[in-house]
């Protein structure tokens, strides 16, 4: 039930492990919350609004010079957008009949634990021996606000503006408030953030938040770190957000758009889970064990709509757990060793343990950091913010966590992923050959500072 990240891939291995499957889907096209309105368009934006930023402030500087003015055409560019996602969903429909899968549109509400009622251009009823939730998730807001989707909006409107804001505010300094943040900032908009914890991106390494604050400000974001918003209001054309800083002294912020990005919430809306005899927790989510099954021993649930990140590569590998526990097989999941990133640039990712979870977990730990201003391949491509920190027990050298900030960070976290999963020290990752000139020596070096404080290039 659900046809993002986690639901197709779910439906993908069940019927590759020769299951009969259907997914259900309430929504014209597949892919869900990720490729639709989320991770995938997000990205396509980022890309463009990088080029158009390059060619107004770096291309001189490389020798490439444009004669008259570099003009954004925002419709161009959403419909660009647009294209990648449809491109993207299409790719999904192809995917559902190489696999033989029966695609239902329409809402899914549980009859009974075995009977699935689709309310779509016609309403059908289905028998199922096992389902699995991936109903996802929503954008969450605060009671006070009201979302008009014209000025007070959520990432879902901010994909598709008419119009380049003068001034966004940005409620919530997390990952997809940074990320479309960046989008209008560099084509041309004023962008304050306001965040109720005392750093944007709180739940990431505090050496991570520290360093990409540094930079946000260096590209000329407002933070407004240690900020509680009371309350959202539309006037006309104008939004004023009223909050209180740390202080307690009212703070009044003054914009043309207001983006609320305060976290997601669990979608169950229209499930009936209740009919199913399925149980909730407090926060709406769906209640599993570790085998991602709920209480009723015929459905499981994956993704959103459980506990852990929200995440779409988590979505995939709990959908592929599943899938293989029906088959009778027993899979694993390491959820210290799922990834995060943050798609701004310079990029962010993690993997493992932050240093305040290993210092409140009385961990003996040993760091090892290096610059990335250190690299030959970050100076030729003049992408030399950030740094490589990894973290490794100081007894065993085991590494015990990644954190980065840099250019392309999205796709070197994964070298640290396979590391941990193979529970490699710091002195094996090391003693690893890296290509020269590449990002990614920069872990090579972070690694030999973590092993015996013998990075070679600083």
């Known amino acids: 039930m659900g046809s993002g990240p986690g639901g197709y891939v779910a439906a993908i291995r069940c019927a590759q492990l020769g299951m009969k499957t259907a997914i259900i889907e309430k929504y014209a096209t597949l892919g869900g919350t990720c490729l639709n309105v989320g991770c995938i368009p997000s990205k396509a934006l980022l890309d463009s609004s990088h080029h158009y930023e390059d060619a107004v402030k770096h291309f001189e500087e490389h020798g490439i010079e444009i004669h008259g003015d570099v003009k954004v055409n925002l419709e161009k560019m959403i419909a660009r957008k647009q294209a990648v996602v449809d491109q993207t969903t299409g790719g999904i429909d192809f995917l559902m009949k190489k696999n033989k899968i029966d695609v239902y549109q329409g809402l899914g509400s549980f009859k009974d634990a075995t009977h699935i009622i689709i309310t779509g251009e016609q309403t059908t009823e ?68 306001v965040e109720y914890a005392d750093r944007i991106v709180p739940t990431m390494d505090a050496g991570v938040s520290k360093e990409l604050n540094k930079v946000l400000k260096k590209q000329k974001f407002k933070i407004n770190a240690s900020h509680k918003v009371k309350s959202v209001e539309r006037v006309g054309d104008e939004v004023i957000v009223k909050a209180d800083n740390k202080k307690g002294e009212e703070v009044e912020f003054k914009g043309d758009y207001c983006l609320v990005s305060v976290g997601r919430r669990p979608y169950t809306d229209g499930l009936n889970a209740e009919a199913a005899g399925v149980k909730l927790d407090e926060r709406g989510r769906v209640e599993v064990n570790d085998h991602l099954q709920t209480n009723v021993s015929n459905i499981y649930a994956i993704g959103d709509v459980v506990k852990g990140a929200m995440l779409a590569h988590k979505a995939e590998e709990e959908g592929v757990f599943v899938a293989e526990i029906l088959a009778g097989q027993k899979p694993h999941i390491d959820y210290n060793l799922i990834p995060g990133v943050v798609y701004t640039w310079p990029e962010v990712a993690a993997v493992g343990k932050t240093e305040e979870q290993l210092k409140e977990a009385g961990v003996d730990y040993k760091v090892g950091q290096f610059p990335m201003r250190a690299l030959g391949r970050a100076r030729a491509s003049m992408d030399i913010d950030g740094f490589v920190k990894v973290l490794a027990d100081k007894n065993t050298d085991e590494i015990l966590g990644v954190h980065m900030v840099g250019a392309r960070a999205a796709d070197m976290i994964a070298e640290a992923v396979v590391a941990m999963e193979y529970r490699a020290s710091a002195e094996d990752v090391s003693r690893m050959s890296h290509a020269h000139p590449t990002f990614t020596e920069a872990i090579k070096e972070a690694a030999l500072a973590a092993t015996d404080d013998r990075a070679l290039h600083v």
């Open 126 to 193: 289905i028998e199922a021996k096992n389902t699995i939730i991936a109903t996802g998730s929503k954008p969450s807001s605060l009671p006070f606000i009201n979302i008009d989707k014209e000025r007070i909006i959520t990432s879902t409107e901010a994909l598709k503006l008419k119009e380049i804001p003068k001034h966004l505010i940005v409620i919530g300094g997390g990952v997809i408030g940074l990320e479309l943040g960046q989008v209008y900032k560099r084509l041309g908009a004023e962008v304050s953030v």
